[in-house]
């Protein structure tokens, strides 16, 4: 149900590996790879599923040797994080005089996070950043409705990205169609390939179980459903009991403040557990780098969820950028220099500091 869930159950996961070709050889895929080292690997494949999101078109346009294209509208999507602008924990959804609804949202404890527009993207998917226009229009919709007003200074972190969604037809982007399809096809050699187009966080688990139907009718096996009411990996509690777990959480570390176990549960739920490990004090959490982020964070997450850089750690796992300076991030930075050259990393099998072999098989 994610990678971390995908790796208990068996399989392996290779970040930053791009695929750079893919063709058919009876009835097989044989798959190359690209890491980030440059090294190349090769793999083969008894179905191969394309799940590219926004790049969905390049692999079947470019990449995967005689695929049929898939036509996307790539629709840019842009939020924006503000100072908190109310005390209270509930959203507000402002209806826009352009028929859009947009969200303000408490963030990250101290922060407000608005969004969100739909612009056609035109530009690489390699940069996707906020239009100066976008800005303006989100601290429109929220000066036409609060009280306070915000303007651009008051913008502390930005964040976009592209929506790639299935044409349609439909003119106008907010009307696009938010649901996915799914595409199966075989190539001239018998090779099955399936394509992912569009989808949404909210419907991933039925997705994916529509894929894997697929996936099982190429490979001729049949197999249940069964992610409905899975938790994923830390979330093995009663949501409705969220304050108690994180109760409980300090109760075990008592030296932890409310907003620190606050953010570990609500990030890792139980498994905040193994990052804490038998620390009875900050001290015992190793280096601190600001905010309440500390080296058994760090290490947790570059050994379980493979982050690899500064910006996995502050921003996409989490997003204690938020809260770091510039000179604690640059410390942050050499810290983690340091550690991938441990002498002992590469034996984390399954984390960014795994190492990885060259030829696999995979299906
Ligand atoms: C602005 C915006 C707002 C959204 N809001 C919501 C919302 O409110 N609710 C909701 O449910 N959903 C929302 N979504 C949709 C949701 O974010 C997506 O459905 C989801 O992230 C798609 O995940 P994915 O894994 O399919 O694709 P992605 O997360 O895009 O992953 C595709 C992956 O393919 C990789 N890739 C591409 N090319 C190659 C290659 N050649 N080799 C190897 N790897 C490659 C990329 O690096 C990337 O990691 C929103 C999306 C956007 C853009």
Redesign the pocket.
């Known amino acids: 149900m994610n990678a971390q869930d995908a790796v208990e159950k068996g399989a392996k996961v290779l970040p930053r590996?791009?695929?750079?070709s893919v063709r058919g050889e009876n009835g097989v895929w044989v798959i190359e790879?690209r890491d980030r080292d440059s090294k190349k690997h090769r793999f083969q494949a008894r179905v191969l599923v394309n799940?590219?999101?926004?790049?969905?078109s390049?692999?079947t346009d470019s990449?995967i040797d005689g695929a049929v294209s898939r036509s996307m509208r790539l629709?840019?999507?842009?939020?924006i994080v503000v100072p908190r602008l109310y005390a209270h924990d509930r959203c507000y959804l402002l209806q826009n005089s352009d028929d859009r609804i947009v969200f303000v949202i408490p963030y990250e404890e101290n922060f407000s996070l608005i969004?969100?527009?739909d612009r056609e993207h035109q530009e690489s998917l390699n940069q996707v950043t906020i239009s100066n226009d976008e800005a303006q229009y989100l601290c429109a919709s929220v000066n036409d409705y609060f009280n306070s007003s915000i303007s651009l200074e008051d913008i502390v972190w930005s964040y976009?990205?592209?929506?790639?969604l299935f044409d349609d037809g439909n003119a106008d982007a907010k009307s696009i169609t938010?649901d996915?399809r799914i595409t199966s096809e075989t190539d001239g050699t018998g090779a099955p390939l399936i394509s992912?187009l569009?989808?949404?966080?909210?419907?991933?688990r039925k997705?994916a179980e529509d894929v894997l139907s697929e996936v099982n009718q190429a490979l001729g096996v049949t197999s249940e459903g069964w992610t409905g009411s899975s938790p994923l990996p830390g979330g093995s509690f009663d949501f409705l009991r969220f304050d108690n777990e994180v109760e409980q959480l300090k109760q075990d570390y008592p030296f932890l403040s409310n907003s620190h176990a606050h953010r570990l549960m609500r990030l890792y739920g139980s498994l905040s557990r193994e990052i804490l490990g038998d620390a009875m004090t900050y001290g015992e959490l190793g280096r601190f780098f600001g905010g309440n982020l500390y080296e058994n964070e760090v290490r947790y997450l570059m050994e379980r969820e493979w982050a690899m850089s500064v910006e996995d750690i502050l921003w996409r796992r989490t997003k204690e950028g938020l809260n770091l300076s510039d000179s604690e991030v640059r410390t942050l930075s050499n810290f983690l220099k340091e550690i991938i050259n441990e002498p002992d990393s590469s034996s984390n099998d399954g984390g960014a500091l795994a190492g990885s072999s060259t030829v696999q098989s995979a299906t």
């Open positions: 590996h791009e695929v750079t790879t799940a590219a999101g926004p790049w969905v390049n692999l990449v629709i840019r999507g842009s939020h969004g969100t527009t976009s990205a592209v929506r790639p938010r996915y992912v569009g989808g949404k966080i909210t419907t991933y997705l």
